[in-house]
């Protein structure tokens, strides 16, 4: 079974630097695709960037040139280093994934993961 625990949000002011980490257990992550959303009180959850281990990676425009999405197999977790952040990056940021024979990546929908965490807080003034 796929486990997903993300960890390294907090609050930072505005032009700093985050670094989420996304710890997986019950699957090697080189066969996962593994993306990164986020979702704003009040707003609907959006995706922040689909990654493919083997070929290009997927950034929604507004995080381009400022996040990147990277895989550490040897640690089977997956890192969103987030760079130049606004007030407007706050949000719940959340991990998913997905079994890579089952699809291919990079995924950018929601309804392609099969596989979430529980979040982690991201809080930019």
């Known amino acids: 079974h796929v486990q997903l625990v993300e960890s390294g949000g907090g609050s930072v002011q505005a032009g700093g630097s985050l670094r989420l980490s996304c710890e997986v257990s019950g699957y090697p992550v080189s066969g996962l695709c593994m993306g990164w959303f986020r979702q704003a009180p009040g707003k609907e959850r959006e995706g922040v960037t689909g990654?493919?281990?083997?070929?290009?990676?997927y950034y929604a425009d507004s995080v381009k040139g400022r996040f990147t999405g990277s895989n550490d197999n040897a640690r089977n977790t997956v890192y969103l280093q987030m760079n130049s952040l606004k007030p407007e990056d706050s949000a719940m940021y959340y991990c998913a994934a997905k079994k890579r024979y089952l699809g291919t990546c990079p995924m950018r929908q929601q309804n392609d993961y099969d596989y979430w965490g529980q979040g982690t807080q991201v809080t930019v003034s």
């Open positions: 990654l493919a281990p083997y070929g290009s990676t």
